[in-house]
């Protein structure tokens, strides 16, 4: 079981603030914590510096969440899934989303769709079949 625990005051701008805690792969977050947060957010961010595909973004919009951040595969998505942001940016339109519940389903929705369209299996199996028509 994970417990979260509040940002110590030296963490700045949340420091004492009950509601916002840090976790990380640090303190053993596995799948089952970050499927149950996903779930249970209304907004995702991923601000990784190295991520390449970035699973956690596919993950997000398949639960029809918005995604925010700068990494891997959002470099390549639109205002309908979610917003790019830099860190600067970032807070901003959290807030925006969060006090916009049709943006954040629109969005959300839209991102399910990329999900849908683009990464599952069946896709695999049209793309393969495609690819033995054109070769026989």
């Not at 110590?8 to 990380?24: E, K, Y």
């Not at 996903?38 to 595909?53: H, P, T």
């Not at 954040?104 to 999900?115: N, P, S």
């Amino acid at each position: 079981m994970l417990t979260a625990v509040p940002l110590p005051p030296s963490a700045g701008h949340a420091a004492g603030d009950p509601d916002v805690h840090l976790l990380s792969s640090v303190d053993r977050v596995g799948n089952i914590e970050i499927n149950a947060f996903q779930r249970s957010a209304n907004v995702i961010v991923q601000k990784s510096l190295g991520e390449g595909f970035g699973l956690t973004v596919a993950e997000a919009r398949w639960k029809s969440k918005p995604v925010g951040g700068s990494c891997g595969d959002l470099r390549a998505q639109d205002r309908r899934t979610g917003y790019l942001v830099n860190v600067e940016e970032c807070a901003g339109r959290a807030v925006t989303l969060l006090h916009d519940s049709t943006a954040t389903a629109e969005m959300g929705a839209a991102g399910r769709e990329v999900v849908r369209e683009r990464l599952l299996s069946p896709r695999d199996i049209d793309d393969f079949s495609e690819m033995l028509e054109v070769l026989s």
